[in-house]
């Protein structure tokens, strides 16, 4: 089947603006990964879905953003009142399941602007 | 805390040339090891996969190789082409849950 899509490709907003990013995995994946991959910091793991539950919310950089997973398939991470800062590109992956012998397989990214 | 580091970050070849690129992690415990490719503006493809009690994996021309002891992976590109010009990232997992730990990647160009 198809691959991890995400939608948009890319989000032009205003500073202040809330903004939906929105990750379809692979049908039948169960773990669900969000990283944000930006010039300064490179790639960095922002939050862990395990069916509809996010026990690793480590990498969430403030409470303005947040993430959720619905019927354990498709996932929306939210930024509310934007920054300058949050400008970069938002990766989701999926992986079959959490173990450790499971290849994580991503998405196209949704690029970011925040002007 | 682990870290990982890629060297060199930028590397150009002439078609036909093998490619070496290293990954080097401070902290060998780690569950696997995964090679990827990005292409600009575009999202990752995986490449390879490591786990912890292997020593190396093969896919076609690429052989990844894997030192957990000394924490160093390393990725082979046999003869490359000007298709393999990419950006090349090495992630490590630390954790059961699965989070990635990044290396910055190293930006490839094969000239043909």
Same mark, same amino acid.
């Given at each position: 089947?198809?691959?991890?899509?995400?939608?948009?490709?890319?989000?032009?907003?205003?500073?202040?603006?809330?903004?939906?990013?929105?990750?379809?995995?692979?049908?039948?994946?169960?773990?669900?990964?969000?990283?944000?991959?930006?010039?300064?910091?490179?790639?960095?793991?922002?939050?862990?879905?395990?069916?509809?539950?996010?026990?690793?919310?480590?990498?969430?950089?403030?409470?303005?953003?947040?993430?959720?997973?619905?019927?354990?398939?498709?996932?929306?991470?939210?930024?509310?009142?934007?920054?300058?800062?949050?400008?970069?590109?938002?990766?989701?992956?999926?992986?079959?399941?959490?173990?450790?012998?499971?290849?994580?397989?991503?998405?196209?990214?949704?690029?970011?602007?925040?002007? | 805390?682990?870290?990982?580091?890629?060297?060199?970050?930028?590397?150009?070849?002439?078609?036909?040339?093998?490619?070496?690129?290293?990954?080097?992690?401070?902290?060998?415990?780690?569950?696997?090891?995964?090679?990827?490719?990005?292409?600009?503006?575009?999202?990752?493809? !995986?490449? /390879?996969? =490591?786990?912890? #009690? @292997?020593?190396?994996?093969?896919?076609?021309? &690429?052989? %990844?190789?894997?030192?957990? $002891?000394?924490?160093? !992976?390393? /990725?082979? =590109?046999?003869? #490359? @082409?000007?298709?393999?010009?990419?950006?090349? &990232?090495? %992630?490590?997992?630390?954790? $059961?849950?699965?989070?990635?730990?990044?290396?910055?990647?190293?930006?490839?160009?094969?000239?043909?």
């Amino acid at each position: 089947g198809a691959g991890v899509s995400q939608s948009p490709s890319n989000k032009v907003t205003e500073k202040g603006k809330d903004v939906e990013l929105r990750c379809d995995p692979i049908s039948g994946h169960t773990a669900l990964y969000w990283y944000r991959q930006s010039l300064g910091q490179g790639l960095e793991f922002l939050i862990y879905f395990q069916g509809n539950s996010a026990p690793d919310k480590s990498g969430l950089p403030s409470d303005r953003f947040s993430a959720e997973r619905t019927g354990g398939s498709v996932s929306t991470l939210t930024i509310q009142r934007t920054q300058q800062e949050d400008s970069a590109v938002y990766l989701c992956a999926s992986s079959q399941t959490s173990s450790g012998y499971n290849e994580q397989f991503f998405g196209p990214g949704t690029r970011l602007t925040v002007l | 805390k682990q870290e990982v580091t890629q060297i060199p970050a930028a590397l150009s070849v002439p078609e036909g040339e093998n490619l070496v690129l290293n990954c080097s992690f401070t902290d060998s415990a780690i569950y696997n090891l995964q090679w990827f490719r990005q292409d600009p503006g575009k999202g990752l493809t !995986s490449l /390879l996969l =490591i786990q912890s #009690s @292997q020593r190396e994996q093969t896919s076609g021309r &690429l052989n %990844a190789s894997l030192d957990k $002891s000394s924490g160093r !992976s390393t /990725l082979y =590109i046999a003869a #490359s @082409q000007p298709g393999d010009s990419a950006t090349y &990232l090495c %992630a490590v997992r630390t954790d $059961s849950w699965g989070k990635l730990q990044f290396g910055a990647g190293t930006q490839v160009v094969v000239t043909p």
